[in-house]
């Protein structure tokens, strides 16, 4: 039986380690420098550690969703000068994919294991055990982690060498971001017009505009609810791997490059913390409406 852990327990660490600790037949172990966290993580039926080395030196897969590129490559360092040979860890965040392959190196390097294995989903997905889960690595290491990926996702794919995972999460996240823009550009253009917001949600919501993100995030902007589930600097930091990317492949993508600005406007108008169904704001302060 493998020993698991988990790094960061805030809103996806949260519901992924609310499955982990249900279906896994072992402990789960967890560390967040918040403790708050760390409560509700035991009150859940995890272990929870005060110092992340002993998570580091106990556990045989180690698992990790953290907000920033620096946090993870810092983390990911500190794992391999700690953990045992052997040690498989699993970025489940989305991290540039050229910082996970120099970090798949150094990993090897060290006889540990690195997978890129981003989720899609949001808080709704960790909650409920549905994530989408694209794994990039070592394919035997892969095999070896997938039963208790399975434990969060939904759909758990493997999707080639280092860094592939990381790429896929990209790809997903532009697309999510360009659904956001047309969202709320849409809804803010047809209030404008006269059209009632809900009058029509309800009419376009079984339609050839339907998408995820519409279904899950135009109730909460009608509801002017913009707690969030996938914040809009997380979602930023995807934007900018894409355009770092496209950079490295001397590719434009102008779509995206939109996106970026829009967000960029929510970063600088105190709102990047804010749920990604925000974005609609920058709509409706250009069109003089509210969605509701």
């Given at each position: 039986m493998k020993k698991i852990g988990y790094l960061g327990l805030g809103v996806m660490g949260h519901g992924m380690t609310s499955n982990l600790i249900q279906k896994n037949d072992?402990?789960?172990?967890?560390?967040?420098?918040?403790?708050?966290?760390?409560?509700?993580?035991q009150e859940a039926g995890g272990v929870p550690v005060e110092d992340p080395k002993e998570l580091y030196r106990t556990c045989d897969i180690i698992c990790m969703c953290l907000p920033t590129n620096a946090l993870v490559k810092q983390t990911i360092d500190d794992i391999i000068h700690t953990a045992r040979p052997g040690t498989i860890i699993v970025d489940m965040g989305s991290t540039s994919p050229y910082i996970i392959q120099e970090l798949y190196q150094s990993a090897k390097e060290h006889g540990m294991h690195l997978l890129d294995s981003p989720v899609s989903g949001g808080k709704t997905g960790a909650d409920a055990g549905t994530l989408v889960i694209m794994s990039g690595g070592d394919r035997e290491t892969f095999e070896a982690a997938e039963p208790y990926l399975k434990m969060m996702g939904k759909t758990v794919t493997y999707m080639g060498p280092s860094g592939c995972g990381s790429m896929s999460k990209v790809a997903n996240n532009m697309m999510v971001g360009i659904?956001?823009?047309?969202?709320?550009?849409?809804?803010?253009?047809?209030?404008?017009?006269?059209?009632?917001?809900?009058?029509?949600?309800?009419?376009?919501?079984?339609?050839?505009?339907?998408?995820?993100?519409?279904?899950?995030?135009?109730?909460?902007?009608?509801?002017?609810?913009?707690?969030?589930?996938?914040?809009?600097?997380?979602?930023?930091?995807?934007?900018?791997?894409?355009?770092?990317?496209?950079?490295?492949?001397?590719?434009?993508?102008?779509?995206?490059?939109?996106?970026?600005?829009?967000?960029?406007?929510?970063?600088?108008?105190?709102?990047?913390?804010?749920?990604?169904?925000?974005?609609?704001?920058?709509?409706?302060?250009?069109?003089?409406v509210v969605i509701e």
């Open positions: 072992g402990p789960v172990y967890g560390y967040d420098p918040v403790e708050a966290a760390r409560v509700r993580f659904h956001l823009a047309a969202m709320g550009e849409a809804f803010a253009f047809a209030k404008k017009a006269g059209i009632d917001s809900r009058t029509l949600f309800e009419a376009i919501k079984g339609g050839f505009a339907q998408s995820a993100v519409m279904d899950l995030k135009i109730p909460c902007v009608l509801e002017r609810n913009f707690d969030a589930t996938a914040r809009i600097a997380v979602h930023l930091k995807d934007v900018n791997n894409a355009m770092e990317m496209a950079d490295h492949l001397h590719v434009e993508l102008p779509m995206t490059k939109i996106v970026r600005d829009q967000m960029e406007w929510m970063k600088d108008n105190g709102m990047i913390d804010e749920d990604q169904c925000a974005m609609v704001k920058y709509y409706e302060r250009a069109m003089s």
